[in-house]
């Protein structure tokens, strides 16, 4: 396949940035997204040229570090997907695909693809953990969850921490993730003791960092490539609720 | 040709000698303790935030120390440890179905082949149970029963169901859990997180490890960190293959420079082969995809009869296909441990009868179970693994059969440690993958997890207190000449990989020792292999150093700059490999050696010989590695040969 790629090239946080366009006359269907930004690079870097700067990791989509904006959403067209996950016979021959950094008020770019999300792990220490040391847990069996509960918690705890949500959301907002620890945590019985507290301090700390407000476009389920629901925000909101009240 | 000088050998001092039940409660109630109030006075690095570190620094700073921690991701949550999916292993005996912690602690050291530590693994098995009570409660939602009580599976050829899990993503939520304790402590001000962090280098003070030189990988800035003690939790060195299982970024530097300083580098031949990884699709792969090994407990492996048969799956009939593992192994069929599922896979693809692109690949097929138990129930049970195959080979499982291919997914070895969890350097302690401590030659499905849980929660933690209640500490400064040579060395080596600017990539060559470790020194290993890599990897390495062109300053991101960094210590890393390789004349475990197989093709221990564990001493580079011989006794677990038929 031959293709066309615009991408966002910008040297660090101070360079305003802009669009280049790079022939790769070469690919290949069966290549991942990722495999192809390499290739790409390789050439770059032989040609003198800057290699195109972006996070990856574990490529099987499940660490998060991926993610770039492609053609406009967030991880690229294929449902439930993380962006090394997306191979090219998505695309077809002749294709022209535009490449982006996640943009967000609460992401700013690092380099031309790579963004800092350290906001997502500063909403996680403000209250998105059970606090247990070490050897103090009971018995595993002391406490049994009943099945559905243990699904939903599971459902929400597979929550990547990839920021697509954010940089699909028209506001930018954190909901999805933040609900999604929440939602995690909060159906727990180990949850349970810290349950107002907990949503209370995530939803400060998410405003705290910038991420802006939710008006319910679901623009970041869409994205999710865990699929983490919109009932999940609602949840947020009942918790939030239900702890606002309790605090009075 | 000899390619290294023998030493002294060299022994665990701290398991203390009581029988094997009473070794774990005994060192602990030898171990010094530091008085909590004082406790805040004592720093200690940790370098990883995989379940070994981030368990570590979460209980460490739990108890009081002062903990500062780094990762070479954006995040500590995406250590390379949330990629595991089967499970994780504990002796609960919730099924009341004859585990014990014996029983845990027999399957380690025999599905290791005979080739790890007694003591470690008993510990090991005692720790387990305490595990998911941990975990449990801090949310980890592992899979449950109707009743709401934990369920559990079987799990790479053993007889009990003692693996609990968390669907296919049980990594991930241990993951979750750890750092989500760790998180509680940072944001307490207990530890000092440092992402987009990699360390380039160990610093050693009067023969004791007291800090690391780091390298911020935004703004390029090379950093000092001082303390009392230093963990090393950086994982395995999987990707001195290129290809592997591992992230893309998991790397050796850590333990390699850490072996440069002195730490002994134990049994690095022994790596875990994964038979069931989706094949490469071509020139451009870049890493392995692993198919979970459960997958073995419904499909049938098999390859066409004849070699070279190019037809397609559907228009090979039954008495043309050989289903090789049943044929071989009519007792456990195609659940076979994994080192001897991939030997026969590559064993088959040898005599041509492989397939898919360039014939280096196997069907595993679910038409069978498929027609026993229904689409729907195969979908239930494996879903998310046909979707995950789907996405990647664009192929339809429920309609043909997957093709497999063995790849390098785990390092048994790593630095030597003793029965404290330290190394040959005072104060410098490895945990998780890194070291060598558990699994002998060959790990068995669901341990890892579980050992670096064990290393991080339960058993660092004691030991390293013991080290510092037992050590006096002088105060060292950035301005103490060990460490400003360190610096100086690790800056230097950085400035002269940016300066070479020559003709190849670093993956260029990074893929070329891939090629030359996985043809010699992989799935079999022979003598006449592993000298002509020996001779191949010098010219490699100077090669590399003469012609490798790093684009980019070191003051800013640089992505080649990290690669190429890593490559070099890959590189003088596979030559170890090779030389242990070489050394050790029997086939045990992962390591295969041709020259030492039964009549029907089965690995051959030499346990007169090579009843040890091979720790090498670094030499210089370019220069003879020195071995240690840690002599092993099975006291416990009789010696025996595996037998699989
Ligand atoms: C695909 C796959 C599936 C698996 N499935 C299972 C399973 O089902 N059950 C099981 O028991 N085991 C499984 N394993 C094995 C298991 O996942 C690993 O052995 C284990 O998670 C390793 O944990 P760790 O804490 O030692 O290291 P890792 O999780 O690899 O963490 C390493 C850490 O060190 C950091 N680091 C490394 N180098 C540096 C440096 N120079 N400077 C700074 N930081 C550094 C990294 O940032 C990271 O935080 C699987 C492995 C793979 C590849
Ligand atoms: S909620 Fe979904 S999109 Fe948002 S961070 Fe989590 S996995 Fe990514
Ligand atoms: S690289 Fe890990 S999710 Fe994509």
């Known amino acids: 396949m031959k293709l066309t790629l615009r991408i966002w090239r910008q040297a660090g946080p101070a360079d305003s940035g802009r669009m280049v366009a790079y022939e790769v006359p070469d690919a290949n269907p069966d290549m991942s997204f990722l495999e192809l930004l390499d290739v790409l690079n390789e050439r770059l870097t032989l040609e003198g040229d800057d290699p195109v700067t972006f996070d990856h990791d574990c490529r099987e989509g499940i660490c998060g570090a991926c993610g770039v904006v492609i053609n406009g959403q967030a991880h690229g067209p294929r449902e439930r997907t993380t962006t090394c996950q997306l191979h090219m016979r998505e695309f077809s021959d002749g294709d022209v695909i535009d490449v982006e950094p996640w943009r967000s008020v609460a992401f700013g770019v690092v380099k031309d693809l790579m963004v800092d999300r350290s906001g997502l792990d500063r909403i996680i220490r403000a209250g998105g953990y059970v606090s247990v040391n070490t050897g103090s847990a009971p018995e595993a069996h002391a406490t049994p969850v009943p099945k559905p509960i243990a699904d939903t918690a599971f459902d929400n705890a597979t929550c990547i921490g990839c920021g697509a949500c954010v940089a699909a959301c028209p506001n930018g907002s954190a909901m999805l993730f933040t609900s999604a620890k929440v939602t995690h945590l909060n159906s727990l019985p180990q949850g349970a003791p810290e349950r107002s507290e907990r949503v209370l301090n995530l939803v400060e700390a998410m405003d705290a960092e910038g991420f802006g407000g939710c008006t319910n476009t679901g623009e970041c389920t869409n994205a999710c490539p865990k699929g983490i629901p919109l009932d999940s925000i609602a949840t947020l909101n009942r918790e939030y609720l239900r702890a606002s009240l309790g605090r009075k | ?645």
């Open chain 2, 1 to 645: 040709m000899t390619f290294f000088k023998l030493g002294d050998d060299i022994a665990d001092t701290r398991a203390p000698d009581v029988p094997i039940e009473q070794r774990w409660d005994k060192r602990r109630f030898d171990a010094k303790l530091v008085n909590p109030a004082n406790r805040r006075r004592h720093s200690v690095i940790i370098v990883g935030t995989g379940l070994a570190g981030g368990a570590a620094g979460a209980t460490l700073a739990e108890q009081g120390y002062h903990v500062i921690q780094f990762c070479y991701q954006d995040s500590p949550r995406r250590a390379h440890s949330i990629a595991a999916q089967g499970g994780i292993n504990a002796a609960k005996n919730y099924r009341n179905d004859g585990d014990s912690v014996y029983r845990l602690f027999y399957d380690t050291v025999k599905g290791g082949d005979f080739r790890a530590r007694e003591s470690n693994v008993y510990r090991l098995a005692q720790t387990s149970t305490q595990i998911i009570d941990q975990c449990v409660a801090q949310g980890v939602p592992f899979a449950r029963e109707y009743s709401g009580l934990l369920d559990t599976r079987s799990f790479g050829g053993v007889q009990v169901a003692r693996t609990f899990y968390a669907r296919g993503q049980t990594g991930q939520q241990l993951l979750i859990g750890a750092y989500q304790a760790l998180s509680r402590q940072i944001d307490a001000g207990n530890v000092e997180m440092h992402e987009r962090t990699e360390m380039l280098d160990l610093i050693v003070v009067d023969g004791r490890a007291r800090g690391i030189v780091a390298r911020d990988l935004v703004t390029g800035q090379i950093s000092t960190y001082l303390a009392d003690a230093v963990v090393l939790a950086t994982g395995g060195y999987g990707n001195v293959f290129y290809l592997s299982t591992n992230a893309k970024n998991s790397n050796a530097s850590a333990i390699w420079r850490a072996h440069r300083r002195g730490a002994y580098f134990a049994n690095p031949c022994y790596t875990q082969i994964h038979p069931t990884c989706i094949p490469r699709s071509g020139e451009y792969q870049s890493k392995l995809t692993l198919m979970s090994e459960s997958l073995r407990n419904d499909g049938r492996i098999w390859v066409p009869k004849k070699a070279g048969d190019t037809r397609s799956p559907d228009q090979i009939p039954e008495e043309e296909r050989d289903y090789y593992l049943e044929r071989i192994y009519p007792g456990f069929g195609n659940l076979v441990p994994r080192d001897i599922a991939s030997r026969a896979a590559k064993n088959q693809c040898d005599l041509g009868r492989g397939v898919g692109p360039g014939g280096l690949g196997v069907y595993l097929d679910f038409a069978d179970a498929i027609r026993r138990l229904g689409e729907d129930k195969v979908r239930e049970k494996y879903g998310n693994l046909f979707e995950m195959y789907d996405r990647i080979t664009g192929e339809d499982p429920y309609k043909v059969p997957m093709r497999i291919y063995p790849a390098v997914h785990y390092t048994m070895g790593g630095l030597w440690v003793d029965y404290d969890l330290q190394s040959t350097i005072p104060g410098c302690f490895v945990v998780g993958e890194a070291n060598f401590s558990d699994h002998g030659a060959n790990r068995l499905g669901a341990s890892a997890l579980m050992q670096g849980l064990a290393d991080g929660y339960f058993v660092l933690p004691p030991m390293l207190g013991n080290y510092i209640a037992s050590s006096k500490f002088d105060k060292v400064t950035e301005a103490h000449p060990d460490v400003v040579e360190t610096v100086n060395e690790a800056t230097g080596r950085l400035t002269k990989l940016l300066s070479i600017n020559g003709e190849r990539t670093v993956d260029s060559f990074h893929r070329e020792l891939g090629e030359i470790m996985w043809d010699e020194c992989g799935m079999a290993r022979s003598e006449d292999g592993l000298r002509k890599a020996l001779g191949r990897l010098p010219e490699l390495r100077e090669e590399f150093w003469r012609s490798v062109k790093v684009p980019g300053t070191g003051s800013q991101v640089n992505q080649s700059l990290e690669r190429a960094n890593r490559v070099s210590d890959f590189l003088e890393l596979g030559e170890l490999m090779c030389v242990d390789a070489l050394h050790r004349e029997e086939s045990c475990g992962g390591h295969f050696r041709v020259e030492s197989q039964t009549p029907d093709g089965e690995a051959r221990r030499d346990d007169e010989r090579f009843a040890y564990a091979g720790a090498w001493e670094f030499g210089g580079t370019g220069e003879q590695p020195i071995l240690h011989k840690e002599p092993l006794n099975f006291d416990y677990v009789h010696l025996a040969q595996r037998n699989y038929a």
